[in-house]
């Protein structure tokens, strides 16, 4: 009777878990991440959303988990970023790594402007075998306030 309600209890555990399992969902880009015209990275699995991701002025963050180096990340950020109308923001140092070629060695840290005052910020970290991207925008008091006419 003990084996029978042994095998019994592991089946259900067994079921539960794999139910359980299907109907988390990941998470998705928030609407006001596509508005934006940010580029989303291929095959990254959105791991985390903002409390308020509906108006800039909340500010909006995103998590974002990917198996890519922080080189690949720069690169493409990068490029994809000024191609929506983003401009990158980079200190003097930050331009003398660049070409010294000391960048590559460094997470990913980036901020991009645009012209009506918003910022996206990017900070890339090693978690294992991962990169954990934060992603997060705002508009009026960030670095890129400055820009406004």
Known sequence: M?????????????????LSASVVAAEDYPALYDSLLLPKYP??????VGRDNTQLSDGMSVT??????????????EIQMPASGWTLQETTATTKMRAAGLLDKLPF?????????????????DQGQVRVVEISASI???SCSATNP
């Open 109 to 125: 840290m980036a901020v991009f402007c645009r012209s009506d005052g918003a910022a996206v910020q990017f900070f890339t970290s």
């Open 140 to 142: 009026g008091s960030n």
């Open 43 to 48: 095959g990254a699995q959105v791991v985390s």
């Open 2 to 18: 003990s084996r029978c309600f042994s095998l019994l209890s592991r089946s259900l555990c067994t079921g539960l878990l794999v």
């Open 64 to 77: 974002l988990k990917t198996a890519d180096d922080h080189i690949t990340l720069r690169r493409f950020f």
